[in-house]
């Protein structure tokens, strides 16, 4: 296994932008954090995806915003190629429109370029731990874009979450506040491998790429909260 100082090697990290003076200062940051080594650079999505297959990265760190196939298109085609990388998606955009299409396309995170070096850190390395990031921004814009009473997704989203038992349906809750899987633990009084357990058998139930679309849908349905 990969991953922090202390694991068998560094996690691996794919950089896509198309501007050199971004991926320069990305990389610089990146590997000025103990256990993280950037594998690659890609200035465009098509390279992106090539890339990520060749270098084995474990997370990918990709611009919305490039020529050849932007980020989005390339998120899809990771997912595809590679199932399981999680991607983590970059933009300049603070009221970006494609944020809601990003996550609910399975990206494992949202930052904006503007965002502190360990905030930048912070989202790779929860990415690679399986939770989901969501830079400060993003969380309230999410909240402005999602109207389940106006777009009638909600009645779906709910009929999906019936499948849950009440433990699941607590823990999502708190999975769609932001929490990690120990502040999970914490609140819920469990180890954080039994978090984890139960995340993924959410995930499976819910048929979600990952906690950020569970987050969506449990947003959608209402269920956000401890209570």
């Not at 940051?29 to 594998?39: C, D, K, N, Q």
């Not at 809750?173 to 993924?200: F, Q, W």
């Amino acid at each position: 296994m990969t991953g922090p100082a202390g694991a068998a090697g560094p996690l691996r990290v794919l950089i896509a932008d198309d501007e050199p003076l971004i991926r320069a200062g990305i990389r610089t940051i990146l590997e000025s954090a103990p256990g993280i080594a950037v594998v690659g650079e890609a200035e465009d999505g098509r390279a992106a995806v090539d890339r990520a297959v060749r270098c084995r990265a474990e997370v990918a760190l990709i611009d919305i915003k490039m020529p050849v196939m932007d980020g989005l298109t390339a998120l899809t085609e990771l997912r595809r190629q590679v199932p399981g990388l999680p991607v983590v998606v970059l933009t300049s955009f603070g009221a970006e429109p494609n944020v809601l299409r990003a996550l609910q396309d399975g990206a494992a995170g949202f930052v904006l370029k503007n965002c502190t070096p360990d905030e930048l850190i912070r989202a790779v390395r929860a990415a690679h731990c399986g939770d989901a990031y969501l830079s400060p921004a993003v969380t309230r814009l999410l909240l402005t874009m999602v109207d389940p009473d106006t777009t009638g997704r909600r009645r779906v989203a709910a009929a999906r979450l019936a499948a849950l038992a009440p433990r699941e349906s607590a823990v999502l809750a708190l999975v769609a506040e932001g929490l990690s899987n120990a502040e999970i633990g914490r609140r819920l009084r469990m180890t954080e491998p039994t978090i984890k357990t139960y995340v993924s058998r959410i995930l499976t139930k819910l048929d979600c790429a990952n906690r950020v679309q569970a987050a969506l849908l449990a947003r959608d349905a209402g269920r956000t909260g401890a209570g």
